[in-house]
């Protein structure tokens, strides 16, 4: 959901419709911040190798009151190797010793357990 660019305060609506939603448990800046910059972290997502859609018909979100722009992306499988690609090309190469040097293996940084692959 995204706030409409049509009416300039829609921001200020959707907030509202938020927080009332939340009933005091949400978060009143984290959604204050997600309205203010929802459109311009939709624009960045082709860059992670998600291509958003619009939907052609704006949608009424389940604890709103106004349809608001709706986004949504298709084709999962090639989006998790698409941000899988994008994401791997961001590791920074590095070599941990492993329990057998000899056998050339490296493991990458993320390593679920340190200290196996570590041990020698």
């Known amino acids: 959901?995204?706030?409409?660019?049509?009416?300039?305060?829609?921001?200020?609506?959707?907030?509202?419709?938020?927080?009332?939603?939340?009933?005091?448990?949400?978060?009143?800046?984290?959604?204050?911040?997600?309205?203010?910059e929802i459109h311009d972290r939709i624009a960045e997502l082709p860059g992670l190798g998600?291509?958003?859609?619009?939907?052609?018909?704006?949608?009424?979100?389940?604890?709103?009151?106004?349809?608001?722009?709706?986004?949504?992306w298709e084709d999962w499988d090639g989006t998790r190797r698409r941000v899988r690609d994008r994401l791997s090309a961001w590791q920074p190469p590095c070599t941990i010793a492993t329990p057998k040097p000899s056998t050339n293996m490296c493991h990458s940084c993320c390593i679920k357990k340190p200290k196996t692959a570590m041990s020698a």
């Open 1 to 36: 959901m995204a706030p409409r660019r049509d009416d300039p305060d829609d921001a200020r609506l959707f907030l509202q419709e938020m927080n009332e939603a939340g009933q005091g448990m949400n978060n009143a800046d984290l959604g204050r911040i997600y309205i203010e």
């Open 50 to 72: 998600i291509e958003p859609r619009l939907m052609e018909q704006n949608r009424v979100a389940c604890f709103a009151r106004r349809e608001r722009a709706l986004y949504f």
